[in-house]
Every structure is written in C-alpha cells, then in structure tokens.
C-alpha cells in the first residue's frame, strides 16, 4: 500500500490516485450486513421502478417520458409540452431546493442509496465481479496475470454480459425519452429507416460499458456535479457517515491477553477494505464517500465479535458525534424548509389551476364593427388556442347570456394533441340589441359539449341614437 495516502497525508491526495498519479484500481471486499441488505431491497425495487416505467400506460397513453426531442413531457400520466415550460422550470427550482435541503439534512445518502450510477455499480455490475473472478484478492491476482485461456474465458464471459446489460439500460434510457413505442420501430424496422435511433442505442451502450466496467467511482468523485456540491451544502449538523473519533482513539490491534487501554478501533482494516471509492472513514467526512453504509456493516461485525457496542462507524453529524446535539432544524434547513413550501405551495396551485387548453379571443386589432343585412351587426375575433391534452380536440363557440350568432371562417377548428391553431371567427348581433358601444361578451369554448374555457371580450357596435 505504499502507493496510497499516509494518514497525515490524505487531504491531499484521492483514495483512487497513486503518488505517480495513476488510477489506483479498487478492489473492495463484498459487504455485508443489515445496510446492504436494507440497500438491496431498496436497489431491487428502483431497478424495477426504472425498467417497468416506460412500458406503463395510462388510457393507451405513456405514464411517464421525458421527450426531450420534441419537447414533450409525461409525468405521472399528465403531459405538458412546451408551452407549460414555466411549470417545468419551477418543478426544476422545485427539485433543487429540495435536493439542497435533503443533502443539507441527510448528507450524500441519495448517492449510495438512490443514485442509478452507485446502484448499476454496486448491486449490479461488482456483483457480477464477485461471482465470476472472485473477492478483492482473485480479481487482483487475475487482472496482474498474464494472458491465459482462462483469464480470456472470463474475462470475454464477463464482458458479455456487461455489453447485455448496457444494452439493456440503453434501451431503457431511450424508451423513457422517445417511448416504447417508437424505440420498438427502431428494433423491428429495417435498420435502415431509424439510423440516428440505432446510433443513439450503439453509443448509448458502449458509453454505459465504460462507465461501469472501467469509469465506476470516479463519476461519482470527479465528475458528479452534485457530488462536488457536498462540499458547499454539508456542514456540522448534516447527517454523515461518520467514525466515532473519541470512541474509537487511540486505535490497536486487539490483544486478547491484555486489559485494553486503546480506543475501541481494533485497526482491523475492515472498514476500508469494503468500501467502494478506496478511502478511510476514519480520516473524516470526505468528498469520495458516497455514504453507500458499507464501512458501517463492517465495523458492526467487527464490534459484534470484539463484544463491543455497535456504531463505532454510524450515521450521525459531527455535533452529534462531539457533542451529542442531534439537531435536524438547524437555521439553514428551516431557510430551505421555508422556500420549498413555498415553491411546493406555487407549484400545486399552478397544477390545480392548470386547464387543457388555453385559448385567447381578441378583437382583430384596427377593425371596428362591420355593417351585416338582414340589420346585423358584426366584429371580428382572432383566436388563438393550445391543445394540452393527448386528444383532437373539436372546438366550437358560444356566447353566453346574450343573443347572437359566432361564425368560424374556414374549416372548423381541429386542436390537434399537444399542438397550437390559429382561427378568426365573426360575432354577429342585431342592431337593436346592441345597447352601448362596447358591449361585454362573453364566448365559451366547448370541444365535444364540454366546456373548455370562457373568454371575457367586448362587442363594438353603433350608438343607438334616442327617440326625440
Ligand atoms: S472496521 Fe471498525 S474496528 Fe476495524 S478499523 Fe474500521 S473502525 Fe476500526
Ligand atoms: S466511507 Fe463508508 S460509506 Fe463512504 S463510500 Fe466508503 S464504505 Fe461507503
């Protein structure tokens, strides 16, 4: 291990990263322990949200996609294209503050539980290493070996099945941006009618084969955006995994003979050994953990068999730690707190309120009212209408609570799904009703008999001149 930090020299250097600067491979033991069961379930149970997503349907409709070609967005069976583009900006606003509250409170624990990029690594991708090459010292062993058949047997073995399941997440990537439909046009028609969707699926699965066949912690500790967040984000009071310093100092290897006058860290090196980015917890909260809780598995056995109080390494904040404060209202996460109602409260009321479409009525601009026979008078009305829904949806026009006729020019109005029409239609009222110069009015937009909307305008028409 000479390659790897000295205790007084690990603020300097990555767990990853020889003196020489060349990557240092991890080889982590398999974990194990009440945690990584915990962890496995909650894997298996977003591995299954995330592949059984895209093929949920609702009235024939996708449940959720994240159409980012055509601007077109499914969430949660509602969809909303590009004019709701505000509501999508402040679920965004939305997402980020909460993200900064839940990691100002719980640290990085979105990271080694819920992130797809530590789940596909861990619980999938190393599982695979364990079960064909072996724990941390064979896998070791084999990749300095030199070039046998059984090296290439295994290796070739192994690489499969990483390329099937990159595949298998690539598709999956896509089927949640185009859909299912259109990713299974893609595998069923001649590959030449869909080349950039097969490029997108080729590219897509050799970048995934990289990422967790070679790449692994180092998106986690060079590249993740929100990971270099933490640094800015967790303070005292933030909920770490942390090694209990005071308990575990001066730490010794256990010698069963003697009265022990050490800390209760018996330097067993377990805590390292299973932990996936290389580093040491008890160096402190560092940029490269990714709170995945292994290292707490196993020091807990280790205190299991040393007959010691578990959560020697635990989840806790360093007030917590040092001075037994455990404050989860801490200012800053009631200032978090705070904004986030509020941006929940905005967002829900803009859901609620959220018609399927919009429409505006304004009198055409530079006309007044036109002279009709029959003693009719009329005013032109430009109209102008977004389809939120998944529907055609068929408009007419009505004015309500005064007499009077609406005529659309043209064809009738057709609102496609998700898209935007134009239209102008005449109003047309006798002259004897028409009372004062602008008259109130209002049209109401029906598709099928239901009532869409009611677009308050007004009416011009000539002044009545009194009797004498
Ligand atoms: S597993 Fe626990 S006892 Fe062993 S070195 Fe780590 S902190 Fe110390
Ligand atoms: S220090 Fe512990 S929690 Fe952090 S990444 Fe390593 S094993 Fe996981």
């Not at 029959?374 to 998944?390: E, M, P, Q």
Request: hydrophobic share 45%.
């Amino acid at each position: 291990m000479s390659s790897g930090p000295t205790e007084e020299s690990f603020r300097d250097h990555l767990g990853f990263i020889t003196e020489e600067g060349k990557r240092k491979w991890v080889y982590p033991k398999a974990p194990r322990g009440r945690f990584h069961s915990a962890r496995l379930i909650v894997s298996w149970i977003l591995l299954a949200v995330l592949f059984v997503t895209p093929f949920l349907r609702v009235n024939g409709h996708p449940f959720m996609l994240f159409d980012i070609t055509e601007r077109k967005f499914v969430i949660l069976g509602q969809i909303f294209g590009p004019h709701d583009f505000f509501l999508l900006a402040l679920a965004m606003i939305t997402s980020v503050v909460f993200i900064f509250l839940f990691t100002v409170v719980f640290g990085r624990l979105f990271c080694g539980w819920i992130c797809p990029q530590t789940i596909f690594t861990e619980m999938v991708f190393r599982k695979i290493d364990y079960w064909l090459e072996g724990g941390p010292r064979e896998q070791r062993s084999l990749n300095e070996s030199s070039w046998t058949g059984r090296k290439l047997r295994v290796k070739g073995v192994k690489h499969a099945i990483y390329f099937v399941l990159s595949f298998l997440i690539a598709n999956t990537l896509l089927a949640w941006i185009i859909g299912t439909d259109k990713l299974f046009l893609i595998i069923s028609d001649p590959p030449t009618e869909h080349l950039g969707g097969l490029s997108a699926i080729i590219i897509f699965s050799g970048g995934f084969h990289w990422l967790f066949a070679w790449f692994r912690e180092q998106a986690c500790i060079l590249v993740c955006p929100y990971g270099r967040l933490q640094g800015v984000l967790l303070d005292r009071n933030s909920i770490v995994i942390a090694y209990d310093h005071a308990r575990g100092e001066p730490r010794g290897k256990l010698r069963r003979s003697e009265t022990r006058a050490l800390g209760d860290c018996i330097d067993c090196h377990q805590c390292v050994d299973v932990c996936p980015t290389g580093i040491d917890i008890r160096n402190g909260t560092q940029l490269e953990c990714v709170n995945c809780t292994a290292c707490i598995d196993a020091c807990d056995f280790i205190m299991d068999s040393i007959d010691r109080p578990r959560g020697l390494i635990r989840f806790d904040s360093i007030e917590g730690m040092e001075k037994k404060i455990h404050s989860l209202f801490t200012s800053r996460s009631f200032s978090y707190g705070i904004v986030l109602v509020v941006l929940v409260s905005v967002l829900a009321y803009f859901m609620a309120t959220r018609s399927d479409i919009d429409v505006t009525i304004l009198r055409t601009p530079g006309m007044y009212y036109q002279e009709q026979p029959d003693n009719f008078v009329s005013n032109l009305y430009d109209v102008k209408a977004i389809n939120k829904t998944f529907l055609n949806l068929p408009l007419s026009f009505r004015l309500k609570g005064i007499e009077g006729t609406i005529r659309v020019l043209g064809d009738s109005l057709i609102l496609k799904s998700q898209d935007a029409a134009a239209a102008k239609l005449f109003v047309l009222m006798k002259r004897d009703q028409i009372k004062m110069m602008s008259t109130p009015l209002v049209i109401e937009v029906y598709s099928r008999e239901s009532l869409m909307s009611a677009i308050r305008t007004s009416f011009l028409g000539p002044v009545q001149k009194k009797a004498e």
